[in-house]
């Protein structure tokens, strides 16, 4: 890349660290580096550092901070929370609800739990995305232990009405749980209004460091732990604290809540400048996810009769990092089940392009990206056979 | 991820393009794994005078379709039927294991074409050769 | 501690992260930043810079780079091993085999484990905090699936012979884990020469960052993830790789068992220094773990008359941080599991003393602590109704 | 972990000794469990007038017995079984959850000592208000 322009519209994938934050965390690294379960000067300080840590998570979400659980990301707080309530409460009954449409830190979670004799029901979405409330209803049964219903999908960025499912929920006797991965910094979450019990977090989603996050776990939930030893986190999750990221993760969710408003509206105001020349520019484009009720920053749009893994790589060459539904380095050949849930045709669903931005972007990259995307798919589509079929079904009317 | 190599046939595919008129065609693969392979020859004198594809495909894939044609291109219709998608893929400079069907593809796209050819000009089918590789066996999207 | 001398002797419980270990990680912060997972450019760069660190880690072991998998410190990895072992092969054997000393992250595990149904046998050490071969081979039985013994404690800084117990376990046809977190870096490691199946380890423990490590898996054993979702880990590990804790964990294991011989020598050094100081200027001192057969860096000693905490407080005000085995954060009363399975009076075991010796220190900390601990000793001794009782009992005789 | 009061007891420990020929002695807790308090009385005219510990524990032990038998000095035997633990918690700005049982001790060994001393003085024995928590029951450590 070095010297060419660089474009990052994979914010979704992981956002940079940023500088201020890696800051605050350098000097737990080496000097303040004590191990918080000591009990002398440098151990203590450590201490107080996370818990000021953990109050600024708490403080984010509207929790308090004894609800506050430090994982190492949001695979740890998804598995935990769903294989944590189904283990413990199997006795009470073994169905548990999620939608489609979840990340597979939730799906694959739920499918080896199918292998231990758990039930798992996998709500359909619309064509938007969107879980319906009474199909939710409709699936609780008295053994059903868990619902889990993510906040924003990563893919297609649709917002799911998470308040209304841990309503329902509630009146049921049912935990729910949320993957908010997603959703933190982007649009306000509080556990308090949604009522949610639990609900995952990952803090390189909001500028923070990889490999931290957290599981808010409402007071009175019961849950089996996941990760077992030493007395850290009330006992609840054992191991060495990973002190610099959590400091880390502090900093950054108090950062990104404290901005979220603004990255919302500069992000929807450049995702619709996005949208809408891509619109006007290319043909045979649609539109995936909601048209509304969706992350400000996430573009995820399918061109016919092209490939995405193509897109990607000629886009990678224009120095625009971008993602695709299609199956391209997951080791399947499979495209994105999101897609796929949504109504794609598999070949709709390779074709798909995923734009997400964020705080690195501005007017002048998605102008580029506008100048550079016609010339890709153009040239894909000069290249693919269904395009060649397409043109001549037309001519032939 | 990719071989240079293979990077340099993806930006510059060889005899990217359709032959009106051809010899022979063959299409391959199918939309569900992501990829279709169409190769069109031109056949003179046994020999493949002429040899293009279209291919609505990942890298690898694209990648595949250039090397093969350019391998295939000026050979007799025996040999280009003996190119292996081992070959194609050494070729490239090797292929990431989730991406060798995509040279399994190439092969089995020039024997369609081949006996498609074939066919057309009333002559017998060649039969693949016994523990051949298939890209994706009965359209589901194994690998 | 501001403008205080800090004698640092606590490396057992963390090092800080080397200087140039910092450097190392700080590019993938910020700029270095992409998700290995994807395709273009910056998550290139992301995806070999683990590679690397892979081939660093599986160096330093002596294993191949496929063999490692990349967890969120030594704790997962304890976890990882014993759970995923038992979860695939409980229907051919619900028994295990540990020691009484590991640490909690294999014992708490191996408790939740009888609670789910499995049978652990804690093997007893001797009162160096040894395993018997032979008690091992005897516990083993054609129901036992696993044996997982530590490599070094960490309390009372005994090795153990891990090599021996493997080989018992090869010709059993029972897989051997070895938690390795504090040996890593102290004593040579070679999961070949030692044959074991599965070695947990840590990245803090040998000044790289906290909140990361890896689980070496031997080609070819079979276990269940811990961790459920993307394919990351070759489809083992699920979660967004901690991009800088994995480069910082390569760069610190490469660093040390690059330095491990000469490490070890002047840590013994400065050791034999420490305990014969302490033996010539305080009575009635026991030393606990085994006289040569021990971590480089680990003293660990008993005073009598006295409890762990107040020696903590004590230190910790004249600038030095050390452990004991006391029940004093724990949140628990009774003292150190490994100290009682060595033989010690619970008195006795409360009045432990662990002070691990790292790359700070100098002969010059070790003479300071040396003139430090007396008088603390002393005081307390003072305060304390036993030595009174004592004293008493011997103007009797 | 530990107030500023706590600690400066615990490096200052008030009261910190044996008083030879006491009026009364009482010690509790237990190795096993990490703490064993001793606590010296003398008495005059149904008052303390002086009052010695001994402990062997953690910090918030020490602190504890320092605060308790500072808060009895020069108090009446009644002023002094009347001091709760919770009341030595407080003047010591808090103790942590775990270590709350400390303060128990403290409480108990008063107890224990004020017996001792009307036992000697052949009194009837004050009895425990129903309910008084106990720092370790039946020898198990339990907080
Ligand atoms: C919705 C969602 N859930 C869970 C995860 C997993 O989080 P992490 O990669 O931090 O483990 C991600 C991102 O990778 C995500 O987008
Ligand atoms: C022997 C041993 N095993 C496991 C662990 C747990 O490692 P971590 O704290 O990195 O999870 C430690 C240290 O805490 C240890 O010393």
């Known amino acids: 890349m070095t010297g060419r322009r660089l474009v990052y519209m994979d914010h979704a994938a992981t956002t940079p660290a940023a500088p201020e934050i890696v800051e605050a965390m350098l000097p737990y690294f080496t000097e303040r580096f004590g191990n918080p379960s000591s009990i002398y000067g440098i151990a203590r300080e450590s201490k107080a550092a996370i818990d000021t840590a953990r109050e600024q998570v708490a403080h984010a979400i509207n929790a308090s901070p004894e609800e506050i659980y430090i994982t190492s990301g949001g695979t740890e707080s998804d598995n935990w929370a769903i294989k944590g309530v189904a283990y413990a409460h199997r006795k009470r009954g073994k169905r548990i609800i999620t939608s489609a449409i979840e990340h597979h830190a939730v799906l694959h979670t739920c499918q080896y739990l199918e292998r231990q004799g758990f039930e798992v029901t996998y709500l359909p979405v619309d064509e938007f995305g969107r879980v319906s409330l009474s199909a939710l209803a409709d699936a609780i049964t008295d053994e059903t232990i868990l619902v889990s219903i993510m906040a924003a999908n990563n893919e297609i960025g649709t917002l799911e009405p998470i308040a209304d499912c841990a309503r329902i929920c509630r009146e049921r006797g049912v935990y729910f749980h949320t993957d908010a991965v997603q959703a933190i910094g982007s649009v306000p979450v509080d556990v308090r209004a949604q009522d949610v019990d639990l609900l995952s977090l990952s803090a390189h989603k909001f500028y923070g460091p990889k490999g931290i996050g957290a599981l808010y776990i409402r007071k009175g939930v019961r849950l089996d732990n996941l990760l077992h030893g030493g007395s850290q986190e009330q006992r609840h999750r054992a191991g060495t604290e990973n002190l610099a990221g959590i400091v880390g993760m502090g900093a950054a969710i108090e950062r990104a809540v404290g901005r979220q408003e603004e990255y919302a509206r500069r992000l929807t105001s450049l995702r619709k400048r996005l949208l809408s020349g891509i619109m006007e520019r290319i043909e045979h484009v649609r539109l995936n996810g909601h048209p509304t009720e969706r992350l400000p920053g996430n573009l995820n749009c399918s061109f016919e009769f092209i490939e995405g893994e193509g897109m990607l790589l000629l886009l990678d060459h224009a120095g625009v990092a971008a993602s695709t539904g299609s199956a391209c380095t997951s080791g399947s050949l499979e495209p994105s089940h999101v897609l796929l849930a949504i109504g794609l045709e598999h070949a709709t669903a390779h074709g798909s392009l995923r734009l997400t931005l964020g705080e690195s972007n501005t007017e002048a990259d998605v102008d580029y990206v506008l100048e550079a995307l016609p010339p890709i798919v153009e040239r894909l589509r000069t290249m693919s056979p269904l395009y060649a079929d397409y043109r001549r079904s037309c001519n032939v009317q | ?143």
């Open chain 2, 1 to 143: 991820m990719y071989s240079e190599k293979v990077m340099e046939h993806f930006m510059n595919p060889r005899n990217q393009g359709e032959i009106e008129n051809p010899d022979g065609v063959g299409e391959v693969g199918n939309p569900k794994c992501g990829d279709i392979m169409k190769i069109f020859l031109k056949v003179k004198d046994d020999r493949i005078e002429d040899v293009q594809f279209q291919t609505f495909g990942c890298g690898a894939a694209v990648a595949s379709s250039s090397m093969a044609t350019e391998l295939i291109k000026g050979k007799t219709l025996e040999e280009a039927w003996d190119l292996s998608n081992k070959a194609v893929a050494e070729a490239l400079g090797g292929l990431p294991p989730v991406k060798m069907h995509c040279s399994v593809l190439a092969e089995e796209g020039i024997h369609k074409a081949i006996n498609d050819y074939r066919v057309k000009q009333g002559l017998e089918l060649w039969k693949e050769k016994p523990g051949a590789s298939h890209a994706h066996a009965d359209d589901a999207c194994e690998i």
